[in-house]
């Protein structure tokens, strides 16, 4: 079913856990991604006819399964040993001369699992498959979802027991901060070297050694945050262990995409002091190349010289993500005029503006931009100065979607797969392939959270 090259089991074994997912009950389809399948040179009726092979219960020729080890810091305390505790990578997929880690998500105990069960419900597993994929839909760099499945086993949640779920997540690789961080708390010297090479050959080929590829997840991240912050997707657990160095977003635990606009929004229940609220998201990936950089060190000879170079490259930061949060807002708002543009984001800030809305009818029709905010004369004023600098209105269309995966939608879908039904689920996931236009299919998902739907708090999934 699939080409294998399976690289990073080649690796030595101290980087992972070689073993076979743990078969569930009854594997079923939620779904199959078939886009995405295609796009992988995958045979779409073969893999329809398998719903096994994605639930872990028959592992598919050529794969090498295993968990990976990683650490990470989790809301900026340090956890020595982390890894794939619910997941387990089949392998590396190559066609076209592009490479995919196919990794099944709630797959079984590892011994990374802690206390963890090692599954996953099918909530979490269809939040991640809408929200993953309608972050491709939006052009922002993303792990993917291939496929869904229910197990017809049951998991034990704080909400009670839940119906189990798999996930096929697809990625450039899985190799995060956390990876690297791994090593360098063991004083793994040797360990470094060998995933710094393998690293730079897979995501920064040619990159000087070893800077160069803290200069690449240092521009990735640059990118990938000012995207994210461009249509107010908040990540909420930016931990170091769910930041890439490939820069594709990755963990969809408890990340929401803000409604109406304030800079200090967070969703997560667990981010009690705001640590990833939406404004901290840029400050908080220096932080964590910051890590990077530090597990770095061990490979760059002179611990004070290496010091003073690392930090060199680390302030860098803050210039490249003030031009890729300009190439966003510029694209946004249709001119340059960055104080323009952050004077809008008061505005919004202020009089509660849709943070989606408010910038897509910009687009379409300024005049019923106003009707998205609570103060008119505010937004009026601005309309009138923004409008003076002539707009390229048409180009703001493809950086201001009409539709984006709201959070009132994907709990919905959820609840209702919940009660076996996931036409909910299937709607949306159509709707959220296009952003891009408003139709009448996309119409009731446009609209804001009513008061009574609104959701305010997101859960970790697990
Ligand atoms: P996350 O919060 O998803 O970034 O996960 C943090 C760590 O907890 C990772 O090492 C996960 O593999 C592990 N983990 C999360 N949920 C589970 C679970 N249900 N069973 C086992 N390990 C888990
Ligand atoms: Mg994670």
């Known amino acids: 079913m699939f080409s294998f090259d399976n690289s990073y ?24 991604n078939e886009e995405l399948a295609r796009e992988m040179g995958l045979d779409v009726e073969a893999m329809r ?118 996930l096929t997540r697809v990625a450039s690789s899985h190799i995060r901060v956390g990876t690297f961080q791994v090593f360098a708390a063991r004083d793994d010297v040797e360990g470094l070297r060998i995933l ?50 490939s ?21 997560s229940s667990i981010d009690q002091f705001g640590r990833y609220a939406w404004k901290a998201q840029p ?22 010289a290496a010091v003073a170079e690392a930090t060199e490259v680390l302030e860098g930061f803050r210039d490249l993500y003030a031009e890729a949060w300009s190439r966003v807002m510029t694209a946004k708002i249709g001119t340059d005029d960055m104080a323009l543009a952050m004077e809008l984001l008061a505005i919004m800030a202020e009089d509660q503006g849709d943070f989606t809305n408010t ?27 923004w409008q003076a600098k002539g707009p390229d209105v048409e180009a703001m269309r493809r950086a201001n979607p009409a539709v984006i995966p709201r959070n009132h939608r994907v709990e919905e879908a959820i609840s209702a797969a919940y009660r076996d039904d996931l036409a909910p689920f299937h709607a949306l996931r159509a709707v959220l392939a296009d952003p891009w236009e408003e139709t009448e299919a996309n119409a009731a998902y446009r609209r804001p959270a009513a008061p009574d739907e609104a959701v305010t708090r997101t859960f970790c999934g697990t």
Request: charged share 20%.
């Open 9 to 32: 089991g080649r690796l030595p074994d101290r980087f992972y856990t070689k073993m076979a997912p743990t078969p569930v009950a009854k594997p079923d389809w939620i779904a199959l």
């Open 49 to 166: 006819a398998a719903p096994e092979v994605f639930a872990g219960n028959a592992v598919p020729e050529g794969a090498d399964p295993l968990a990976q080890l990683y650490a990470g810091h989790q809301f900026g305390g340090w956890s020595p040993q982390l890894g794939d505790g619910r997941a387990i990578l089949l392998g590396e997929h190559v066609s076209e001369g592009r490479r995919w880690d196919v990794q099944l998500k709630g797959s079984g105990p590892t011994p990374y699992s802690r206390m963890g069960d090692g599954r996953a419900a099918l909530g979490p597993v269809m939040r991640e498959y809408l929200v993953s994929e309608a972050m491709h839909a939006l052009g922002v760099p993303t792990t993917r979802a291939l496929a869904a499945v229910t197990t017809g086993e049951t998991v034990l949640r704080q909400e009670g027991p839940l119906p189990g779920g798999v």
């Open 196 to 245: 710094l090479d393998h690293a730079i050959a897979r995501h920064a080929p040619g990159a000087e050694w070893p800077m160069g590829l803290l200069r690449h997840v240092m521009r990735a991240q640059a990118d990938l945050v000012a995207r994210w912050m461009g249509l107010g997707f908040i990540h909420g657990v930016m931990n170091t262990d769910n930041m890439t160095i």
């Open 247 to 267: 820069g594709e977003t990755i963990d969809y635990g408890p990340c929401a995409f803000m409604e109406a606009y304030h800079p200090d929004t967070v969703y």
């Open 283 to 304: 400050d908080i990936a220096l932080w964590n190349l910051a890590q990077l950089a530090t597990a770095l060190l061990p490979l760059m000879g002179e611990r004070e």
């Open 359 to 385: 910038f897509r009818a910009l687009t379409v029709a300024p005049d019923t931009a106003r009707d998205q905010v609570t103060s008119r004369e505010r937004l009026d004023d601005w309309i009138a100065r």
